[in-house]
């Protein structure tokens, strides 16, 4: 009741209040007050806004015991420095100590700065220190590079690593070049097909890496070349400038993109290399006949039709000529000229499209036309003989011909030794008994070597001339004139003898001989000179059309199998007659090896065991690769053993690698490629004591140097040289690059050591230590300070001509880049020496020139030379950093790679599961 009636009192009162109010005031009185209200409390948020803040802050600053944080004063202080004016930064423009190289390095610096970051920077601000930090860190890498290449001695890079990659280089060319001649299809595109088999040879090579990749994907190429360049910043960059990221990448990129990207697409452009290689031998007069082989040789149908429209070209215009002054000739000349020149190309093209074209060397073409060359001309002509040795080997007779030449060189020796010794006679010198010692020796060697029993393979001649002269050997002093009536028996045989010289004249090899000799002639322009009506048929047998590959193929004997495996190992006492069976002599052992042999032939199969040593293993393996060289970087025997040679283990190793050399030796593809071997084998497993054809000291004198094995199809080409090659600078090189360019390894090893002595006696007479001398003091000029800023000032030029950047060289019309080629193959061949011809042939200098020139023709190897010299440069600077680690996993990415692994696993599966 009581809050009832309170509450109706408040509300009496209320509303008497507000009646009263309304009565006094007016009905807009209520108004007026909120107004009042809203003004009082704005003015007082003005009031405190103006004046509270400043307070408030003071207040706060008198108080010891604050908690708020202090307020932040970075932005105020970046805005004060940055209304300073900035201090100019001073740059040590020194960076290798000599001028003459700091000066043309700092320009190239400012152009690149101009040309790459300052266009676009000014643009965002005119503060230059950034600029100038970049500057700096240009510099500091200049300047530690040039600290490191003053430390490195150039000589064996110049001298070895630069020349081994480029023969490397060409090894992968010509072996891809084989590969693709191999294939059957051809309707694939011819230079797409030849790098992918470029790049399929170098992984099988290189094994660890290919850089198909980085030649043939500008973006792969691109971010090869950042990669690189930043880990090469870091190599240089103290490690402030390269932790600074936005800096650090804008060097990159310069270097990259700006610098390095440009400067291998134009080192690998071909049309740039052909007009070098002209430039190069520009004082070189064009040779017609160079020019007109090459036109007959090419198999480019863009070649012809550039050389042929160019040739139009010209016709039309000496047509439009006044002829009737003095000139009239000399046009006329020209016109026959172009006219025989624009007809070739024509019969060419045509050939070419029709699927035509036969290449010379691989025809035997018309037998009955073919030149003879007397078997006395082949003897004495270093290129015929080649060919003749190779017959001569195939057809089991190369013991009389290898006599035959070993008695010439006996002769002459024997006529200068007596020389000498009538000299030293007068002049009242003594050392007959020494000169005749050395000549009875040598004459000695050649009996037992060609002539006696025990000689393998056997000259096959009258035993009464052999016994006539084994007697004059034992009772007279040797004369060169010793062996004239064997030595004429012997000519007479291989010139009668149906299977040597007669059957020669109508086996490829002869075509191929008269090819290098420039006998052959070719088909293609026999008869007019538009190269239509040749005809291929009319040989003495009939009308023939026959490969030199299937004229190659030698028959051989393949009813006859031998087999052969070691099937024990016994102990024998020291008896130098005894072939098993112990016997005693002062107590000294050895170990027998018991063959079990098998020989299958038409009428039945026989069977025996032979006893071997591995001494005799030995003289057989020296027997063999001195008669066939190509056999020594296939057939590996088992290494000596000083020490413990007895040991049980060691023996039981010893003869599963003999197992293994056997079975290799009798490998039916090896008896097919070396059809002699077989005798030489059949000789060494007989049931027969074993008659060693070497003395003690050549089986026994170990090397100077113990030769490593290596594997020819997966090395660096220069693994294969030999020994004493390698200390002779101008050799190696010289060597080196034949064996590539001109394929010497693949051809006749007799050619091959001729032409080494020949290099040798040349380099000899020059005085080779001074060539040495000569070549080391080139590779110090080269990298003295003048040479080396030559070099800077002509990449300077050469990206800023004129200080201005150079504009990207508009790509020459296709046309023009054609004859280019041309051109370049003209000039070449025309530098080449008779000399080298006589020493090679024709048609194998002819094709080492043109296989160098063709594989400059590919932009993406060319690219890949240009990466492999660059890797190389680098790993040579940067000895102590693992750059070729580096380049692996840079390279790992390669599908040809992948590829190859790929393919490898199989193969390593079961060896791993071995394991």
């Given amino acids: ?93 020194r960076l290798t100590g000599a001028y003459i190289i700091d000066e043309p390095l700092q320009q190239i610096i400012q152009f690149s700065l101009r040309d790459y970051v300052q266009y676009w920077y000014y643009t965002l601000s005119d503060d230059e220190s950034f600029l100038l930090e970049i500057r700096q860190a240009l510099q500091n890498a200049l300047i530690q590079f040039s600290a490191r290449s003053k430390e490195i001695d150039w000589q064996p890079y110049f001298t070895t690593r630069l020349v081994d990659d480029f023969a490397t280089h060409l090894r992968v060319f010509r072996k891809a070049q084989q590969r693709i001649m191999e294939k059957d299809d051809q309707m694939k595109d011819t230079a797409e097909d030849l790098v992918n088999t470029f790049f399929e040879v170098e992984v099988e090579m290189e094994k660890e890496m290919c850089r198909d990749l980085v030649c043939t994907s500008p973006k792969d190429e691109e971010g090869f070349l950042r990669d690189l360049c930043e880990a090469l910043l870091y190599v240089l960059l103290p490690p402030g400038d390269f932790q600074n990221k936005i800096m650090r990448y804008f060097v990159r990129e310069i270097l990259a993109r700006g610098i390095l990207l440009p400067l291998i697409n134009q080192l690998s452009d071909p049309d740039y290399i052909n007009q070098y290689v002209i430039w190069m031998i520009r004082d070189s007069i064009c040779n017609y006949e160079a020019f007109m082989n090459i036109i007959k040789v090419s198999d480019k149908v863009g070649e012809l039709e550039a050389v042929r429209d160019k040739a ?123 000169t005749k010692i050395l000549l009875q020796t040598a004459a000695v060697g050649i009996y037992e070597q060609y002539l006696s029993e025990k000689a393998s393979p056997r000259v096959n001649i009258d035993d009464i001339l052999v016994a006539k002269l084994a007697e004059k050997l034992n009772n007279e002093n040797p004369t060169p004139e010793i062996f004239d009536e064997i030595q004429r028996k012997v000519y007479d045989l291989m010139l009668r003898d149906e299977r040597f010289y007669p059957s020669f004249k109508q086996h490829a090899l002869y075509v191929r001989m008269l090819a290098e000799l420039d006998m052959l002639k070719d088909p293609s322009f026999r008869g007019s000179d538009d190269g239509e009506g040749e005809s291929f048929n009319g040989s003495p047998t009939g009308s023939i059309n026959l490969s030199l590959d299937d004229l190659s193929s030698v028959s051989s004997d393949e009813s006859i199998q031998l087999h052969a495996y070691i099937s024990d190992t016994v102990y024998a006492d020291y008896d130098p007659y005894a072939v098993a069976g112990v016997c005693n002599d002062h107590g000294k052992t050895y170990a ?311 393919r490898l696993q199989p193969t390593q599966a079961p060896s791993s599961q071995k394991r």
């Avoid at 073409?365 to 080997?393: E, H, R, S, W």
């Fill in 1 to 93: 009741m009581m809050l009832a009636e309170t509450s109706l009192s408040i509300w009496g009162w209320g509303s008497l209040g507000v009646v009263l109010f309304l009565i006094t005031f007016g009905p807009f009185a209520i108004f007026y007050f909120a107004f009042y209200i809203l003004c009082f409390v704005g003015g007082g948020f003005v009031v405190t806004l103006l004046f509270g803040k400043t307070s408030s802050e003071k207040y706060l600053e008198q108080c010891e015991h604050s908690f708020l944080p202090p307020t932040s004063f970075g932005i105020s202080k970046c805005i004060e420095e940055m209304k300073k004016e900035s201090e100019p930064l001073k740059i040590d423009r």
């Fill in 312 to 434: 139009a070209e010209e016709l039309q215009y000496l047509r439009s000529l006044d002829t009737a002054g003095d000139d009239i000739n000399a046009i006329k000349n020209q016109i026959n000229s172009l006219l025989f020149v624009k007809k070739v190309c024509d019969s060419r093209i045509l050939r070419l499209r029709s699927g035509k074209e036969i290449d010379t060397v691989k025809l035997a073409a018309n037998f009955g036309k073919l030149c003879t060359v007397p078997l006395d001309d082949i003897l004495v002509n270093n290129v015929a003989l080649q060919f003749f040795i190779d017959y001569m080997q195939q057809m089991g007779g190369q013991a009389h011909l290898f006599f035959w030449m070993t008695v010439e060189g006996y002769r002459v020796t024997a006529q200068q030794q007596l020389e000498v010794l009538l000299s030293h006679e007068k002049d009242g010198r003594h050392q007959t008994i020494q």
């Fill in 592 to 902: 027998l090896y018991a063959i079990t042999v098998r020989r299958r032939t038409p009428s039945g199969e026989e069977a025996w065991k032979t006893y071997r040593r591995y001494s005799d293993f030995h003289d057989f393996h020296m027997r063999i690769t001195e008669q066939f060289e190509n056999l020594a970087s296939i057939l590996k025997l088992p290494g000596k053993k000083t020490f413990n040679n007895m040991d049980r283990d060691f023996l039981e190793k010893r003869k599963k690698d003999l197992n293994a050399y056997l079975q290799l030796l009798l490998n039916s593809e090896m008896m097919k490629a070396y059809p002699a071997l077989v005798h030489c084998v059949y000789d060494f497993l007989e049931n027969k004591a074993y008659s060693k054809g070497k003395g003690d000291f050549a089986r026994k004198e170990p090397p100077l140097m113990e030769k490593t094995f290596v594997d020819p199809k997966h090395c660096r080409v220069a693994a294969h040289l030999d020994d004493n090659v390698d200390d002779n600078i101008p050799l190696r090189i010289m060597l080196l690059l034949m064996d590539e360019v001109f394929d010497l390894k693949e051809r006749n090893q007799w050619l091959r050591r001729n032409i080494k002595n020949l290099l040798q006696q040349l380099i000899r007479a020059m005085r080779g230590y001074t060539i040495n001398k000569k070549i080391v003091d080139h590779v110090d000029w080269m990298t003295s300070p003048e040479q080396v800023a030559d070099a800077v000032k002509r990449f300077r030029d050469a990206l800023w001509p004129n200080g201005i950047l150079a504009e990207a060289v508009p790509r020459r019309d296709n046309a023009i880049r054609m004859r280019t080629r041309i051109a370049g193959k003209t000039k070449l061949l025309g530098i080449m020496p008779d000399e080298l011809k006589h020493i090679l042939g024709a048609e194998t200098t002819r094709k080492g020139i043109l296989r160098v020139f063709e594989m400059f023709q590919h932009t993406q190897l060319n690219k890949r030379m240009v990466y492999v010299f660059l890797e190389g440069f680098l790993e040579n600077v940067f000895q102590q950093y693992k750059f070729h680690e580096l380049f692996n996993k840079l390279h790992s990415c390669s599908k040809q790679m992948q590829r190859y692994k790929h």
